[in-house]
């Protein structure tokens, strides 16, 4: 069979992106079982993926203990986070309790490539059926990542909810990304806003739930999914299971896609005050 030309390599790698849904239990306020726990997990994707996806608040679970358990972005969490995408050569999405020298509080999702590029972005809708809104400040700042020549948008959880924060305008991002702590109770909504989110978009979108039950009594199935840009689901976890689990996104039908059936050329203009 003969060799594929070094360029059209070059092209594939570009139009692929392997990723990797962690949909696991999270220890209640535990920061060091969870950090070994899902370090165990995320070392089964050394070499075979481009991008891991944890849960929402992954090393605590979804506590409003922000004053006890909030970490600066040079705490041990982040550094470990830091470890991994390095030594594991994977980008790791997902979100923690963060804290600022100010003294304020946020969700903050993280991006850590392994070349040691980061990106943040704080949960801009807090949860206030859970009280979040009283104990964390909301972000206010859009965040896209770029890499492997993909463009990333980073949500977390209750912003799923609100499609105007999450428009993609002009094709800015071919990929939204949703850690979350979804009760399952609501699972038919998480399930139906995350097909939403991608048809309106015209771009994948990957939302990592977690399982198990905290503390408060509150279930957690998982339903994590990962959907094309029609709607079409290309990755679904078993319920309720622990599960890692690994696609490949193809930029090239999405962008063929687009080109085709151009509806983001129509969409309304508007600004976020």
Known sequence: MPSIPKDLQSNKKVNELRISLIQANIFWEDKD????????LLKK?????????????????????A??????????????VRFWAKEYNLAVCGSFLAKDDSGLFFN?????????????YDKRHLFRMGAEHQNFTAGNQIVTVPYKGWNIRLIVC???RF????RNRKNEYDLLICPANWPVSRTKIWQTLLVARAMENQCYVCGVNRIGTDIQNIEYQ???LLIDFKGNPLLK???????????????????????????????DDFEIL
């Open 237 to 267: 976890p078993p319920i309720n299971k622990k599960s890692v689990i690994t696609g490949i996104l193809h930029k090239d039908r999405l962008d063929d896609f687009c080109a085709h059936f151009p509806a983001w050329m129509d969409a």
């Open 158 to 160: 209750y912003d799923l």
């Open 163 to 166: 499609p105007v924060w999450t």
């Open 108 to 120: 903050r999702c993280f991006f850590i490539a392994p070349d040691g590029n980061e990106w943040f």
């Open 222 to 224: 998982g339903n994590s």
């Open 33 to 40: 079982r969870n950090i070994k726990y899902y370090g165990t």
């Open 45 to 65: 994707l050394s070499g075979e993926s481009d991008l891991a996806v944890l849960p929402e608040t992954f090393s605590t679970g979804f506590s409003m203990h």
């Open 67 to 80: 004053s006890d358990l909030a970490e600066t972005n040079d705490g041990r969490t982040l550094q470990t």
